[in-house]
């Protein structure tokens, strides 16, 4: 079966995509691995997001996003995209479930938290190293953990994790933060939660669980361990491209880079959200770009494929 559009990744700017083409009439399929709703269906209170004003959790809001976008009629398939033709005519996707065809493919596939890639990490991820609080926050009740990162993903998961652990430490490289001062100004506050600043984790320890974690001052050069239940891990994102390898240009990194109508280098193939090349990764911004690729491709249908 040929589909006008096909959407990989179902997180809010695959979502808002699939909602914005099927309610334009395009036969539309959305291709997503795991549970609609991506990295914000893990948030445990999105504050920014325009019509909220008290916040809502992110898998209320992705919910209703994927409830919104089924009832114009968009299909989705739990499945896992493989690899891809994007030159072939209809472009080709191949997926753990089967191959699907498409007039034109919009990128949705976001990206996943970046690994410290220091020993022990690999060991102990699943049992006391994380990078959800909201997924397992709970299992650290009055217990202490530490969070690495100095951006508003950390500092909003700390504040989070003071829900259940009785002590959080946040160790950061810098002397100071790059989250937003609203998220700076609430951990600065919040009595359980202390800093080590100008530090690096070098070693994550441990038996058959976390233990303590090695760390460095970057300016000393000072090598102390720091006793730790859980290590929580918020240093940045890796983009979901792996499978676009040699079908798309990519940045160094791996973002997909894409121009003003988020086209990428092929024609009538389109990005969005978290997995493009761009300064600021909300669900916002998310929104915006999946609405953009939507009017995008079907632009490119009516203009490019109808005769």
Not at 77 to 104: H, R, W, Y
């Amino acid at each position: 079966m040929e589909y006008d559009v096909i959407i990989i990744g179902g997180g809010p700017a695959g979502l808002t995509a699939g909602l914005y083409c099927a309610r334009g009439g395009m036969k539309s399929l959305l291709i997503e691995m795991g549970m609609p709703g991506g990295q914000a269906a893990n948030t445990d209170l999105i504050e920014n997001y325009p019509g909220f004003p008290q916040g809502v959790s992110g898998i209320e809001l992705m919910q209703k996003f994927m409830e919104h976008a089924l009832n114009f009629g968009l299909e989705i398939k739990m499945a896992v995209a493989q690899s891809l033709d994007l030159k072939a005519n209809p472009k080709k996707i191949i997926t753990s479930e089967g191959t699907f065809l498409a007039k034109t493919v919009i990128i949705a596939s976001g990206a996943v938290p970046r690994p410290l890639n220091v020993p022990g990490e690999e060991r102990f991820r699943g049992v006391g190293v994380s990078y959800c609080a909201v997924c397992d926050g709970a299992f650290f009740r009055d217990k202490k953990v530490v969070v690495v990162g100095g951006g508003d993903s950390a500092l909003e998961e700390a504040n989070y994790l003071t829900k259940f652990a009785k002590e959080v430490v946040i160790i950061h490289r810098r002397d100071a933060f790059r989250a937003i001062n609203v998220y700076q100004n609430r951990v600065k506050a919040n009595p359980k939660i202390s800093f080590l600043l100008d530090t690096v984790v070098e070693e994550i320890k441990g038996e058959s669980k976390v233990e303590k974690v090695v760390v460095k001052n970057v300016k000393s050069g000072e090598i102390k361990e720091v006793a730790t239940d859980g290590v929580f891990i918020f240093v940045g994102t890796v983009p979901n491209t792996d499978y676009l390898q040699g079908q798309i240009t990519l940045d160094d990194r791996g973002y997909v880079v894409t121009n003003a109508e988020l086209g990428c280098s092929i024609p009538g193939v389109f990005a969005a959200g978290d997995v493009r090349q761009k300064t600021l990764r909300q669900v916002s911004t998310a929104v915006g770009d999946g609405a953009v690729a939507a009017m995008s491709a079907e632009r490119y249908i009516a203009e490019k494929l109808t005769t």
